[in-house]
């Protein structure tokens, strides 16, 4: 088994590449970041390896934070609180984990993963089950491939510790877990349902750590040298160009714990005539040029500041920010028909065939 | 209404005084070492045709960029305790953890961590852990700390555990000067309590420049209130900018707009201040700057002050122009330009000289440039334009001309007409628009908080009315309040109708 080291400039460039493919969602990665580098002065080290150098029997340890990026932005994130998720999880099924992953590469979730394995010095595993940020905890390759969504734990940092023993479908797990999750306010430490060496080989959508590192690195070489940030991402990533303009409206409205909404953008350069709207549920969903739809989950629209080529939020775009708005590839495992079920658009209740950008 | 505006800038004190709504003087004098002179120097000045004499004058409004300087150049800034409220979360991101570490050696006093804070919705996310509050003042008083930065877990919905801390340490160190982050402002604990922290290292010079400011206006014989112009183009009473000096840290660039906004009688439109060294582009909105919305460093500190949204780029009355190849700053002379510069006998070309060669200005000696041919300072105009041109269209939010309004001692290198420009205007008193800005400057509140189980219509009322009350309090007429922004955000993940609602209004500062 190779374990890479991961250095502290990996980390900054994961925190940027994992916004980046956090699609609008996921919340900002600064705060994992600065606990990364807390932790990384602190003489703490994190190692990768690929999910291929696992053994069948092995377990892997998924994490994750849920709640609202608001909260966090005030109870911040405490790396222990997360590394006590997987512990209780050790605990509860008598397993000790050769390896963590994360649910999702994208947003701050990107990067959580690392303040655990930090803590438990086990090292991280280069894979996840979105590659991507989705608002659903049903809509990831693991619940794709019809694996079982239990046991789950959710800690708070004042010792509340809850394990879910046992819940019959993923909408089950996101439902109980949410009510947990709200009662601690609205922030929860979490351990997946554990998965084996074996499940993590065939379901996990893999070397996005990896993925988001380039991308983060390509985004802060080209912000030194003063060039094209996006330019430099479509480099590294075999991404398509969508569209440049400014942002001229944001609507936006809560429904069912979600925030839902509309992006306008007015045009420039090449686009200076079109109209962009891009509708999300926490991520970017479905992107229209002129009313026609050009872009959907799971396709991976990200929209990104026209100069610094960091991510733009769908909490944080306002009037007035100048963005490009690039797609990238959506991993495999969701073009299926089962795949398309979870997260194609018909999943977010858009009436639309899933088209991809990268079909024709 | 009589009112003296003043800008202390790096180079020049500016003074207005505006009557009736109208500019009846404007002054500069050079900025003085120890503050005071300057100001002095300037308001006499004002005062020379004994235009002040008689009649009260109502306020005298002081825009000045000391507090932001000190956090940049890391001078007069005092050590402070840092007391967080809200373990057991956040230990592993403790106060300072973002700062740049050589600004955090010269604040870091000690910090302080101990149970308490709020949850989202106002229920308790642990107790004041009181007996801890007492220890660490205890501990604060040993250390011989005179300012401390109190901060909460989610109080801009809930101050009270920061306010009793405060009296807890007030009580055991009664000199300290105390920040409580709630007055600071907005929900994200690290950039609220880092607000505060900064607004706590000013404690000491902020006493000092607010009392070298009304030592200033009582030498000179006036007698009218002193307001300290903020960020926002509004103004605070004195004894708010003394305790809250961070408010006052961009007011500079923000009071050249207003004042632009002012002069022009526009209140749309984009502004192009040219001063010595840089030149700062922003666009109106409703007679205010628009609003940078995301995180503002200042001195390396994240922070999320209200702050406009402007560029800034390295042209400027004094800016270096090399011929061959043909480039115009970033370096300048800056104050040095009538030292420096070829028509005043110095030996850098600025953009100054290209100014009195083409009989744009007449300053200095034209003789010294008569060297320079009318094909060359075309040609530099136009180098100035473009990068001005390049500037305004980077700021623009709308596609289609606008109108722009040139300020600043530089503003000849504005020229008439620019691309994506309806029409340029050049205002009288232009060069003094940061002083203008500062004489007409008005008093805002701002609410920013998250409202539960009310309608979205209440909940802007709700925070309209603790805005309205927090204008008031800083020394607003309640009958000229106005809302100049709201915005609400309905927040994903919480449950029940959770909004966040921001809300600013302005008002008059009120007679007397």
New interface residues.
């Given amino acids: 088994m190779s374990l890479r080291d991961v250095t502290i400039d990996d980390i900054e460039s994961l925190a940027v590449g994992a916004w980046i493919l956090g699609t609008g969602g996921g919340g900002n990665p600064y705060?994992p970041l600065?606990?990364m580098r807390?932790l990384y002065r602190d003489g703490y080290r994190v190692q990768l390896m690929d999910a291929a150098d696992l053994g069948d029997e092995d377990r892997v340890g998924v994490v994750a934070n849920m709640?609202?990026?608001?909260?966090g932005?005030?109870?911040?994130?405490?790396?222990?609180t997360l590394a006590r998720a997987v512990s209780l999880m050790e605990e509860h099924t008598g397993y000790r984990f050769a390896g963590l992953m994360g649910m999702e590469i994208g947003g701050a979730n990107g990067v959580r993963p690392l303040m655990a394995a930090a803590h438990l010095k086990r090292p991280i595993v280069d894979s996840d089950t979105m590659g991507r940020a989705y608002p659903e905890a049903q809509m990831t390759s693991v619940a794709v491939g019809g694996l079982t969504p239990w046991p789950l734990t959710a800690v708070d940092?004042?010792?509340l510790e809850s394990v879910v023993g046992r819940v019959p479908t993923w909408k089950w797990a996101e439902r109980v877990v949410r009510k947990i999750c709200?009662e601690y306010?609205?922030v929860a430490a979490t351990c997946q349902p554990p998965r084996t060496g074996a499940e993590v080989k065939q379901w996990g959508i893999h070397g996005t750590t990896t993925k988001a590192m380039a991308i983060g690195r390509a985004v802060r070489e080209a912000q030194r040298r003063h060039d094209d940030p996006i330019a430099a991402i479509l480099g590294v990533e075999p991404g398509k160009l969508l569209y440049k303009g400014?942002v001229?409206d944001v609507a936006?409205?809560?429904t069912e714990?979600?925030?839902r909404g509309v992006a306008r953008l007015?045009g420039l350069d090449a686009w200076?005539d079109a109209t962009m709207t891009i509708n999300f549920q926490?991520e970017w969903i479905v992107a229209f040029i002129d009313g026609k739809p050009i872009a959907m989950s799971p396709d991976l629209i990200c929209v990104l500041d026209s100069v610094s080529g960091e991510a733009v939020g769908s909490?944080?775009i306002?009037?007035?920010q100048?963005v490009t708005v690039i797609a990238l590839p959506p991993p495999a495992v969701f073009l299926s028909p089962s795949g398309l079920d979870h997260v194609g658009p018909r999943a977010f209740g858009y009436d639309l065939d899933f088209r991809s950008v990268f079909s024709s | 209404m009589r009112r003296i505006g003043i800008d202390v800038g790096g180079t020049n004190t500016d003074a207005v005084l505006i009557e009736q709504g109208k500019v009846v003087r404007a002054v500069k004098a050079p900025t003085s070492e120890d503050v005071t002179g300057g100001i002095l120097d300037s308001l006499q000045r004002l005062g020379a045709t004994g235009l002040l004499n008689n009649g009260r004058v109502d306020g005298v409004m002081i825009g000045t960029t000391h507090f932001i300087n000190a956090v940049v150049q890391r001078r007069q800034l005092t050590k402070v305790a840092a007391l967080r409220l809200g373990m057991p979360a956040s230990a592993s991101l403790p106060p300072f953890c973002d700062w740049p570490e050589d600004l955090a050696q010269l604040v870091r006093g000690g910090v302080w961590m101990v149970e308490g804070g709020h949850e989202y919705d106002g229920r308790l996310f642990m107790p004041l852990d009181e007996a801890a509050v007492v220890r660490a003042a205890l501990e604060v008083k040993t250390a011989g700390l005179k300012s401390v930065a109190i901060s909460s877990i989610f109080s801009p919905l809930d101050p009270s555990h920061e306010k009793r801390a405060a009296e807890l340490v007030a009580g055991i160190v009664p000199e300290a000067s105390i920040t409580c982050s709630s007055d600071l402002g907005r929900i994200g604990l690290l950039e609220r309590e880092n607000a505060g922290l900064l607004n706590a290292a000013l404690a000491d010079l902020a006493r000092d420049t607010i009392a070298a400011f009304e030592k200033a206006i009582g030498d000179s014989g006036i007698a009218a209130p002193l307001f300290i112009t903020q960020n926002d183009g509004t103004v605070a009473e004195a004894g708010q900018a003394r305790r809250l000096p961070v408010y006052s840290f961009a007011s500079g660039a923000t009071n050249s707009m207003r004042g632009a906004a002012y002069l022009s009688g526009l209140s749309d439109a984009m502004v192009i201040d040219v001063g010595g060294t840089t030149t700062d582009v922003g666009q109106l909105r409703n007679g205010f700057p628009r609003e940078a919305n995301s995180v503002v460093k200042v001195g390396g500190v994240r922070t999320l002050f209200r702050m406009p949204d402007l560029l800034s780029i390295g042209l400027g009355g004094g800016s270096h122009v090399v011929l061959d190849p043909l480039a115009v700053g970033p370096l300048s002379v800056g104050y040095r330009l009538l030292k420096d510069g070829i028509a005043f006998g110095g030996s850098q070309l600025t953009t100054t000289d290209i100014a009195v060669a083409s009989g744009v200005l007449d300053l200095g000696d034209r003789r010294k440039v008569a060297y320079l041919d009318g094909e060359t300072c075309r040609k530099v105009f136009a180098e100035a334009a473009r990068m001005a041109e390049e500037a305004i269209d980077r700021m623009k939010t709308e596609a289609g001309d606008v109108p722009l309004i040139a300020v600043g001692g530089g503003a000849f290198l504005i020229p008439d007409r620019l691309p994506g420009v309806s029409r340029v205007i050049h205002v009288e008193h232009g060069d003094c628009a940061n002083a203008v800005g500062a004489a007409i400057a008005q008093v805002s509140g701002e609410c920013d908080q998250i409202f539960k189980d009310m309608t979205r219509l209440d909940a802007i009322d709700a925070a309209r009315t603790i805005a309205n009350d927090r204008a008031v309090a800083a020394g607003a007429d309640r009958e000229t309040l106005a809302t100049i922004d709201s915005e609400d955000m309905p927040l994903a993940y919480l449950p029940g109708n959770s909004v966040r609602v921001r809300v600013r209004v302005v008002g008059d500062v009120a007679a007397g």
């Fill in positions: 705060l600065l606990n807390a709640g609202a990026p608001l909260v932005q005030e109870r911040l994130t405490d790396s222990l940092v004042r010792g709200v306010g609205s400014k001229v936006r409205r809560a714990g979600f925030l007015d200076r926490n909490e944080t306002r009037y007035g100048r």
